[in-house]
């Protein structure tokens, strides 16, 4: 199988990624809760992946970061925890239902929301954006690349709008986190929501949460903490605030073992090789009959995606064709309502091609061969 929707879950881990969690497996204990060697093990693992995800997104204190099952999960407590009736955000049309959705909840409890349109390339004005600021805005939230175009939204560009109008700035990395660098003081993020099973090559179920000082946020979920048994409310210091019940020990030994891979392959070399992959995929498949390809393509820096459809075929169909021919794509929908809508294919859907630094350019190339041949066979 070639397997090119990494943007949905990076298949192909690193060797080391599998073996940590196999150890965790049977050397691991509940963290927190209690002196026993395996509870202690799970402590260590915790703490040192805390401290090198903080490194990597250049946090200062790892304790204001709380793991969480995915972004999704990241992004509702960020956006349900900090947001409350008279509120108004800010967000843009290039995001995932994960953001969405718990907006559209949140509006439903009386929060007030502007959009940020696309352009048909994927692309949304920074004026604009500014423009829809209020006396009451709260927050910008936004993701960092659309999961559907691999558009980038330029975040340092955002965090001085936010900066400027002292507002809250969430932002969602999903798609960037491990491909491209994301420095939270640089860029000025207040809040910084991430998963881990796509380019940051840990196993599902696994994401975090960062929260900057002086903020403080609601928590989705409360529960045992391992301390402070007897308090009635969830404990107010981070991590614990955020963080209740039973942390995935074993899914996030996993994780750190995939930021350091990255930070041992170097994650210039991993984008190097990724762009690559997509620049050769795009420069080859554009040519072809029938291909309509979406996003922003006139800039280099862009996530490792090329959204296509051919003709009026049904993306599903395309897509099922694909894996006849042993190719994992994703068709449909993508999770993007906003952005189907502004690129016109809400009924067609689209093909996302979405690459890894485990591809290789043999495997472009045969995709390619085998896009030519269905293209042949539908024109025939």
Known sequence: MIYFDNAATTLQKPKEVIDAVIE???????????????????NHIIFDARENLAHFFNIED??????????????????????????????????????????????????????????LLGNISYDEMESLIKENTKAIICTHASNLTGNLIDIARVGEI???????FIVDVSQTAGVFPIDVKKIGIDILCFTGHKSLFGPQGTGGIYVRDGITITPLKSGGTGILTYDQIQPEKM????EAGTLNGHGIAGLNAGIKFINRVGLDEIRKKEEELMWRFYTK?????????????????????????????????????????GVSTRAGGHCAPLMHKALGTTEQGAVRFSFSYFNTIQEVDEVVEILKKLILASLS
């Not at 936010?162 to 809250?168: A, G, T, W």
């Not at 991590?239 to 955020?242: M, Q």
């Open 162 to 168: 936010c900066k400027r109008h002292n507002l809250l």
């Open 24 to 42: 965790a497996m049977t050397s691991v204990g509940n963290a927190g809760r209690g002196n026993t060697n395996a509870s202690m093990a799970a």
């Open 285 to 325: 498949v554009k040519e072809l009959p029938q291909v309509k390809i979406y996003g922003d393509f006139s800039t280099r820096e862009r996530c490792p995606i090329v959204t296509l459809n051919i003709g009026d075929f049904d993306s599903d169909d395309v897509a099922e064709e694909l894996l006849s021919h």
């Open 62 to 119: 790892s304790s204001n970061i709380a793991f969480t099952l995915n972004s999704t999960e990241a992004l509702n407590t960020a956006i349900k925890g900090s947001l409350k009736k008279g509120d108004h955000i800010i967000t843009t049309e290039l995001e995932h239902n994960s953001v969405l959705r718990p907006i559209y909840e949140m509006v439903e409890r009386g929060v007030e929301l502007s959009i940020t349109k696309s352009d």
């Open 239 to 242: 991590p614990t605030h955020l």
